[in-house]
Every structure is written in structure tokens, then in C-alpha cells.
């Protein structure tokens, strides 16, 4: 269908053609009202990645059943994904299951995917996961390939083999993946670090590369792991670009944390006055980091060294900045607590097969005795990282707030961050 052909060049800028996802959307649109079931679908990947303006995400779920109920595969495994990620849509357990089903039953290589990286999480299952998982490297899906990867990089179901896991990278990357470039980059290091032989000059240009690539991709971790190599000198300069771009694009899509790394490509780059401002947009939201960089360049040490100290703190630091200096404005005399322990938040068991993040801000009140009090969730991006970050502050100790030297209770809110690493 000439209608489906041109959509396709502009979604995928095919052919020397420029992209232009919201003529593609349009014309995917047309396709799919001549009874396109493959229109349907490409609609309903562009909404649900927010790829096209005026069109919300939530939209996906009615474009892809519309695909499913003509019959096309892939759109059985797109609701599965959904209703098992839960963004779009109400996570439903139920609904998962029975989308898998049918897309596996119909042959879908994504749907032996999801079910094949669920099942190896699973006690006693990990075989049947580890077979759904190489029949769907067998058709080149990439998400397979690298899980697979990932097992035998992990010694999980399979027994663990470096070298296995980055030829099954290397069919990731060859296949499409952005995140097997990353991967692959941290176990070139890993597995240098292991046997105590540096990488030869080829490999560390090659390393760079991966992350470089990932970078441009959209991958967060390798857009960290390039600026974490440049805080310690290295790799070359050139690669500022990659990563400023990576980094503006994600402050556009809502990252506030993503300020600081635009940021440190600017001091990078001796231009602490934009840097600074980058620090400033990144205050102004809820990035952390970005404000403490911004206190530290505030009284006088240099930008590049403030946003260095900043991207290796810990929260529980910066805390306690935040906290004596809100406290010596509002209560002259009190002392504000410290925290002794925290607990890393346990990722949620039902997102560890997925590529997701989460986050969720708790607000409490640390009692005269040290242990948070009243914990509520001011907000999350799912109700698992709620419940997951509910549990690791139960475990938290303070020294208790003091006033005049005795111990006063005092409130606290705190953003909790879950990385599937």
C-alpha cells in the first residue's frame, strides 16, 4: 500500500527521506482507515512514545487493539507490554497474561520475550523462561538477545560466561539495540578489571564508542557513564556534543535531573556562565543534584569542581545542607537530623524484566527517637515504587532533630529513585 510505504520513510526517514512523524501519524491514519492493521499499530507505537503532538499516549491502547482485532501479531504483545509496565494504562496482571498468550500463540517473537524475561525471575522456571527467550533470539529479537546476554553475564538459569555474554551483546547491537551498546561497554570494563589487564588502546576507543552511540540513542546510563568519564579526565572532548544533545532532549521530554549533565558539558567546555544556568533550570525543578551544585558554585568554588562534588553526593549530604539552612531561616536553635542508615529501596519484582525507572517522593516525620513516623507517598510513578520505597524508609535511622538540646520531632520529605540495575 503506497499510503503504508510513505508513512514508513517518514517514521524511519527511509530513502533520503526527511523524518516527520506527525505527517507519518497522519498518514499511517489514512492507511488505517482503508483497513490497514499495520497503520493501526505504527499509531499506536507513535502515541504511546509521545512522538506525536496533540495525541496523548493513553491513546496507544485504542489503536492497538484495533490492530490486535484485525489480526496483527505485534499489537498483542504491545498490550501485553502495556498492561504489564502500567504507564498508559491501569497495570493488570490478568490482562498481561492473556495478551501474551494469544501473541505467543500467533507466533509474536516480543511476546516469547516478555514472557521468556519474566519466567527466568521466577523459582523453578527458569529453564522454560531461557527456551521462550532463545526462540525469540532466533528471530532476531533484540530484547532477547540481550537478556539472554544478561543471564550469562549474571550467571543466572545459565552458568556464567563473559565471553558468551558479549558475543550475545554484539548479536544485540547487530540486531538494533541501543541498550546492548551500553552493556557492552561496561562489560568490556568489567571483565578488564577482572582479569587486571587494562583494555588495549582499540578497545577503549571501541568502549567509547558504545557509549558515545548509546548516548545519541537516548540511553541515559551510557549519557552518565560518558560524563562520568570526562569528571575523571577522559574520553576526548569530542564527545560533548553527544551527550549535550542526549541531555537537552531529555530536559525537554521532562527530565530535570538531565540539567546537570547539559550543565557539565558547558564547564567542560569553559562556559561556566551557561552551565550555571543549566544549574538553574535544573534547581528549579526537582533535581536534586542541580541545587547542589548551584549552593556549592553560589559560595564560590568553581562550577566544573561544584558539579563534580554534586554528581558523587549522596542525598543524605545534601540533606543536610538543605535541612540546617531551611531550619536556621524558619527556627533559630534546632538542629536538624542526620541520617545514620538508609536502606536501598528493593526494585519492584514485577518491573525486573522491563527497561524501567521509577521514582516516588515520601514525606515523614522523624520522631524523637530517630525512626520515621506517618510515612505517606506525596507522589510515584507506579503504586509499586510507592509501596517499595514505603518499605526502605521504615528501615531508616536518624539521629532525632534537637531544640535546646532536647530531641523534637521534625518533618521530612525525600525523593526515593529505582534504577533495575
Known amino acids: 500500500m503506497r499510503l503504508l510505504e510513505r508513512a514508513r520513510a517518514l517514521e524511519l526517514g527511509l530513502n533520503g527521506t526527511q523524518v516527520d512523524l506527525q505527517k507519518a501519524f497522519a498518514l499511517y491514519r489514512q492507511a488505517a482507515a482503508l483497513g490497514s492493521a499495520e497503520a493501526w499499530y505504527r499509531m499506536g507505537v507513535l502515541a504511546r512514545d509521545g512522538k506525536v503532538d496533540g495525541v496523548d499516549a493513553k491513546n496507544a491502547m485504542g489503536f492497538f487493539k484495533e490492530a490486535a482485532d484485525a489480526g496483527y501479531t505485534d499489537a498483542y504483545a504491545a498490550l501485553a507490554r502495556a498492561y504489564m509496565e502500567g504507564k498508559i494504562v491501569k497495570a493488570d496482571e490478568v490482562r498481561a497474561e492473556f495478551y501474551l498468550e494469544k501473541a505467543i500463540e500467533a507466533g509474536s517473537s516480543e511476546a516469547k520475550f516478555l514472557k521468556g524475561a519474566r519466567l527466568v525471575e521466577v523459582p523453578g522456571r527458569g529453564d522454560e523462561g531461557l527456551a521462550l527467550l532463545l526462540d525469540a533470539a532466533k528471530d532476531g529479537n533484540a530484547d532477547a538477545l540481550q537478556t539472554v546476554a544478561r543471564l550469562y553475564k549474571d550467571g ?11 558475543e550475545w551483546l554484539r548479536f544485540a547491537i547487530e540486531n538494533g539495540s541501543s541498550k546492548a551498546k551500553y552493556e557492552l561497554a561496561q562489560l568490556m570494563l568489567k571483565n578488564a578489571r577482572a582479569t587486571g589487564v587494562q583494555l588495549t588502546p582499540a578497545q577503549a576507543s571501541e568502549r567509547v564508542g558504545l557509549l558515545t552511540d548509546a548516548a545519541r540513542d537516548g540511553n541515559a546510563s551510557a549519557a552518565k557513564a560518558l560524563g562520568l568519564m570526562m569528571l575523571g579526565g577522559e574520553p576526548s572532548l569530542k564527545n560533548l556534543l553527544a551527550i549535550r544533545d542526549y541531555a537537552e532532549q531529555s530536559f525537554d521530554a521532562g527530565r530535570d535531573d538531565a540539567a546537570l549533565l547539559v550543565a557539565l558539558t558547558y564547564a567542560l567546555g569553559r562556559n561556566p556562565d551557561t552551565a550555571m544556568q543549566w544549574l538553574e ?54 538542629t536538624p537530623p542526620k541520617i545514620l542508615s538508609m536502606t536501598k529501596p528493593k526494585f519492584p519484582s514485577g518491573f525486573a524484566s522491563l527497561d524501567v525507572k521509577g521514582s516516588a517522593v515520601v514525606e515523614f516525620v522523624v520522631a524523637e527517637n530517630g525512626t520515621p513516623q506517618g510515612i505517606q507517598v506525596v507522589k510515584s510513578t507506579h503504586p509499586e ?23 523534637t520531632p521534625i518533618r521530612m520529605r525525600i525523593p526515593v529513585d529505582f534504577h533495575n540495575k
Open 156 to 166: 543466572k538459569v545459565v552458568a556464567q560466561d563473559p565471553a558468551l555474554a558479549e
Open 385 to 407: 515504587f510507592a509501596d517499595a520505597a514505603v518499605n526502605a524508609v521504615k528501615t531508616w535511622k536518624f539521629t532525632p532533630a534537637k531544640k535546646n538540646g532536647q530531641s
Open 281 to 334: 533550570l535544573g534547581a528549579a525543578g526537582q533535581d536534586w543534584r542541580s541545587r547542589y551544585a548551584r549552593h556549592l558554585a553560589r559560595e564560590g568554588i568553581d562550577v566544573y569542581q561544584a558539579i563534580r562534588t554534586a554528581t558523587k553526593a549522596t542525598y543524605s549530604e545534601w540533606n543536610d545542607i538543605v535541612t540546617a539552612n531551611s531550619l536556621k531561616v524558619k527556627s533559630e536553635g534546632i
